[in-house]
Nanobody
Framework: QVEVVESGGGLVQAGGSLTLSCSVS????????MGWFRQPLGKEREAVSC???????TYYADSVKGRFTFSRHNSNMMSLQMNSLRIEDTAMYYC????????????????????????WGPGTQVTVTS
């Protein structure tokens, strides 16, 4: 049984920092890329970052490039360091196991957990205040 758990969200002032953590277990194979997406209340999902399963490449959305750093510590643990947070970063953040970063970064709105291609957790809320 696949389990993805996010933690570390909270309330922070604009300009501040937060580190989100993700643990994953039970994936059917080892070759999953890992990603983060976010969904502001009432809006569509937005891909934030993705690391290929080999760890060779990390993708970032333009909106977070230079401010967020995605680290994959081992096959089960990863983190998203978020600096210089902005009010528009407010969202529910989800950690995901996915097959292709290229698809994740461009088509995250269409991904589902109904097959063995994608898994994500219940999310962790990040709220940035002025």
């Amino acid at each position: 049984q696949v389990e993805v758990v996010e933690s570390g969200g909270g309330l922070v002032q604009a300009g501040g920092s937060l580190t989100l953590s993700c643990s994953v277990s039970g994936l059917p194979t080892d070759d999953y890329a890992m990603g983060w997406f976010r969904q502001p209340l009432g809006k569509e999902r937005e891909a934030v970052s993705c690391i290929t399963w080999t760890g060779e490449r990390t993708y970032y959305a333009d909106s977070v490039k230079g401010r967020f750093t995605f680290s994959r510590h081992n096959s089960n643990m990863m983190s998203l360091q978020m600096n210089s947070l902005r009010i528009e970063d407010t969202a529910m953040y989800y950690c995901a196991a996915t097959r292709l970063c290229s698809r994740f970064m461009t088509e995250v709105q269409t991904l589902t957990t109904s097959d063995e291609e994608n898994y994500w957790g219940p999310g962790t809320q990040v709220t940035v205040t002025s």
